[in-house]
């Protein structure tokens, strides 16, 4: 239930994030190249609104197995050890996170404490980086998610998308095609 709303709320808030970012670009170059003029803060917001986007979709992509990954060395193993493998390499992942998350707390609290805010836009410095903390808290929570199906035997490793298989089904189905014709 916890996991479906996280899922719910990711989706989310990553699509109001490409919406919004979408948006402001097509304004901010209509605005520039049509009328000769701008927003002072549409370039500072597109730049926090892309890391938001992009610290929200790291999560989301190891959700749906969009990261590129390199597993042909640990193919060469058999499940349990390439589910030992990957516990290993969650785990130092998971490791990294919480260096950074630590790193993330004490650069937000000393924003907080200093009360800087954004060059063009009245937003507290910490708010406008707070993603860092959340988005590798959510990557955290993935993480956790995947070594529980390695560590429970309902995965071996980081579910990754063949693309070398995926694109021989496409040179098939194009030569069927063809065929047909």
């Avoid at 959700?63 to 030992?84: M, Y």
């Avoid at 650069?107 to 903390?133: F, N, P």
């Amino acid at each position: 239930m916890f996991l479906r709303f996280i899922n719910k709320t990711e989706e989310a808030i990553i699509s109001l994030l490409l919406v919004a970012m979408t948006l402001l670009v097509f304004a901010e170059v209509v605005m520039r190249f049509g009328f000769s003029t701008g927003v002072s803060w549409g370039q500072e917001a597109t730049l926090h609104l892309s890391a938001w986007f992009v610290l929200f979709g790291v999560s989301y992509g190891l959700k749906v197995g969009a990261h590129i990954g390199v597993d042909a060395f640990v193919r060469l193993f058999s499940p349990l050890v390439q589910r030992l493998i990957s516990a290993l390499a969650i785990l130092l992942a998971l490791a990294y996170c919480g260096l950074f998350i630590y790193g993330a707390w004490i650069y937000l609290g000393k924003m907080k404490m200093i009360g800087i805010e954004l060059e063009d836009i009245a937003i507290q410095t910490w708010i406008a980086d707070s993603i860092l903390l959340i988005g590798l808290a959510m990557l955290s929570i993935r993480l956790l998610e995947l070594l529980w199906a390695v560590a429970t035997g309902r995965a071996t490793g980081f579910h990754q998308t063949n693309e070398a298989e995926e694109s021989m089904h496409l040179a098939e189905e194009l030569k069927r095609e063809v065929a047909d014709k």
